[in-house]
Each structure stands twice: as structure tokens, then as C-alpha cells.
């Protein structure tokens, strides 16, 4: 049963709400790994665009308006988390306590692979092969040139490759990446 909304905008708002709201939740997940956080990012990068519903449906693409908001909220998480794994570093570092032991999984799948990417490389491989945006459309989701679109997915393939291993082809990881796609993202 659907929702009967009588203002023209708050419809509109609505239809984009149902169409893109999948989309732009995957794209956090794949960007950040984390099904709680990506609903999280999802909702509020749709809440943003909300708030600013008259110049972003104003705007020449509106899609690629909110992945990029979600892009840019995924990169602000990732940087707290960061900031927050520091913390707590130095605070075990600071009690003496050491643990020897591989950071990194004997066995690495393509998503622990792309969390190792750079945000940049990681973003863009996500949007051309996750979610099949074309180069342009990708460039235009994070704000960047076709031209930085192009190296960065080309580099952040090749070092996917790298660190899944000598068995690794460019098609195995495309074909990887593309399954979250058809998967729905969420493992």
C-alpha cells in the first residue's frame, strides 16, 4: 500500500526517495563496509537533500547530486573512524601492551580489498563497477574530471589486483565487484 502525498514537491521528494534510496544505501556500504552505517548515510544524505529539496531538484542531475553527498558523508565516517582507531592506539600503546600478530587476514575478499583502497580510488571503482556509472556520471557523483575518473578506477583496479593475489585478473575483481550489485550489496 502506498503513501498518498498531495503536495506536488513532497511527492516528488518522495518518488525520488523510493527510487534512489537502494542505491544510494549500497553505495555507502560499499564505501564504508558497513550495512548498519550505509542505512545510516543513506537517510541522512536523503534528509540533507530534502532540506535543500528546491535547488537540488533545480539541479542538472539530482542523482548524482545525492551520491555525491552520500560519497562525502561516507568520507567524513571513514575519517572519524580513523581518527577514533588512533585514539584507541595510543591508548593501549600507552599501557605497554603489544600484540604481535598479522594485521591483515591470510585471505583477503574483494570488499576487505577495496576498504584498503584509498577513498578516492575506492569511490571510483565502486561507482564505475558496483553501480555501472558511466565515467561522466561518476565524475560528476564525486566532483572530479572524466580524466581523474579514468586513472583513479584504472589504479585502484590494478591495486585491487595486487592485493588479492596473483590469481587475481581484472575480470575476477570486476565481476566481484559488479556481484554486490546483483546481490544487493549487503553480505
Known sequence: M??????PTHAEFHEFFERHYAELSRLAYL?????????DLASDALLALWHRWDRVRAADHPVAYARGVVTNLAKSRIRSAVRE???VALFWSQRGERFDGPDVPAVLDVRTALRRL???????VVLRHALDLSERDTALALGISVGTVKSQTSRG??????????????????????????????G
Request: charged letters at 35%.
Open 118 to 124: 584509498p577513498f578516492r580510488k575506492r569511490a571510483c
Open 31 to 39: 564505501l564504508t563496509g558497513e550495512a548498519d552505517t550505509a542505512d
Open 157 to 186: 583496479m590494478a591495486e585491487l589486483q595486487r592485493l588479492l593475489g596473483p590469481g587475481a585478473s581484472a575480470q575476477r575483481v570486476h565481476a566481484t565487484v559488479a556481484a554486490d550489485r546483483t546481490e544487493g550489496g549487503r
Open 2 to 7: 502506498g503513501t498518498v502525498v498531495d503536495d
Open 85 to 87: 582507531r588512533r585514539r
